[in-house]
């Protein structure tokens, strides 16, 4: 059985981006650029005072400063400032090239209508100068960065308006079982509501995706293949919880099999959630995970979200956080990497009470779950853990 870095390689080697399209830049929100994206000018594109103030020579503050003008934001201004002269600026004006500091308001003194008298003296020059930050045709965002806020106003500063991005993938939803039923009905004896199909549809919608629910299959091969089949006619990615195992009910290898699917892995060194299966047919995918509700989420987390980053043009191998472990932890078997839920506290994370992969309610109260590696038994307390966030 691989484990679960031979399962990101494996996602980075076989899975291919998805199409590119230009879209508005107020629909490219968590979309991710397809392409490198250049400065058209410096930034800032000019000397701009960092503050409200008095632009001057920096060798004439020790003397009394006739102020000759004032200087608005947005204005243009070709004032000359002599010896012993300054002028009153606002921030983000335009500092005259004649000036090479500006001095805080707050650190003059008022003689009269026309001058004034720097009586706290700085180091500081108060000044952004032209191309500090940026220079015209550098490079201000990478191929393969998902949009967010500050990322929105970097684009709109290049005014790079209608970005290239990678699609997004569509990804339908089926859970599997003759048990299921949906939460608006009260189960019967021997029945649990479905709980994984909505899940999992949640978590589509928190990556920014739209999640095509397609309900429950029972637990019948030919109905598992027909409602696969339809699901890929307008999706890139089928998620299915339940029936990936080895049990005489357990039909989804078997509908991969028979619609055709390379089978790319079937079970990682991990747990909760060995029974992963993930295939591919062309650019779509079939992913089939374990019915229990702790195993889905901490696979849609690991597996699904590798996918769609590798669909979307991001790198597969997200970063995990390294934070201090508040409280001894020990197991007795180590032959697996094991997924466990903790709380995050000011001084690190502690775990939480949790009894096995269908203790969903234990997440309820967990901030994320940390990583403990294969043939580790035994974290000490104060020791460091990566930590996967929720």
């Known amino acids: 059985m691989i484990n679960f870095n031979e399962a990101l390689t494996i996602i980075d080697t076989n899975i291919n981006c998805l199409q590119k399209e230009v879209v508005t830049l107020t629909n490219s929100q968590n979309r991710v650029l397809a392409e490198d994206v250049f400065s058209d000018l410096d930034m800032p594109p000019f000397n701009k005072s960092a503050m409200d103030g008095f632009a001057c020579n920096f060798d004439d503050i020790d003397n009394n400063l006739e102020v000759i003008a004032t200087i608005a934001a947005g204005t243009n201004s070709n004032i000359i400032i002599e010896k012993n002269q300054c002028v009153k600026i606002m921030t983000g004006a335009i500092v005259p090239d004649s000036a090479n500091c500006v001095i805080m308001k707050e650190n003059i003194e008022l003689l009269d209508k026309k001058y004034i008298k720097v009586v706290k003296q700085s180091s500081k020059r108060n000044i952004c100068y032209r191309g500090e930050d940026i220079k015209s045709g550098n490079i201000i965002l990478t191929k393969g960065t998902k949009i967010k806020s500050q990322h929105i106003a970097i684009l709109a500063s290049a005014g790079k308006t209608n970005p290239l991005v990678y699609k997004n993938p569509s990804i339908a939803v089926i859970s599997t079982g003759d048990e299921l039923v949906e939460p608006d009905v009260f189960p019967k004896q021997s029945q649990i509501r479905n ?196």
């Open 195 to 390: 709980s994984n199909g909505w899940q999992m549809t949640s978590q589509i919608i928190n990556c920014g995706l739209d999640a095509d629910y397609k309900g429950i299959a029972n637990d019948n091969l030919n109905n598992i293949i027909t409602k696969v089949e339809l699901s890929l006619k307008n999706n890139n990615i089928v998620l299915l919880s339940g029936g990936v195992s080895v049990g005489d009910y357990d039909f989804v290898p078997e509908a991969v099999k028979a619609l055709g699917f390379e089978v790319l892995f079937h079970g990682i060194n991990m747990k909760p959630g060995k029974r992963i299966l993930v295939a591919k047919k062309d650019n779509k995918y079939i992913v089939g995970m374990p019915g229990n509700p702790v195993s889905s989420l901490i696979q849609f987390e690991l597996i699904v979200k590798a996918i769609i980053r590798k669909l979307t043009g991001m790198n597969v191998f997200e970063k995990n956080v390294s934070v201090k472990l508040l409280s001894d932890y020990n197991r007795k078997k180590g032959e697996k990497m094991e997924l466990v839920p903790v709380k995050l506290y000011d001084q690190g994370v502690d775990i939480v009470n949790y009894n096995g992969s269908a203790h969903i309610h234990a997440y309820s109260i967990a901030d994320g779950f940390m990583q403990i590696p294969e043939h580790i038994t035994q974290i000490k307390k104060g020791d460091s853990v990566y930590v996967r966030f929720l």
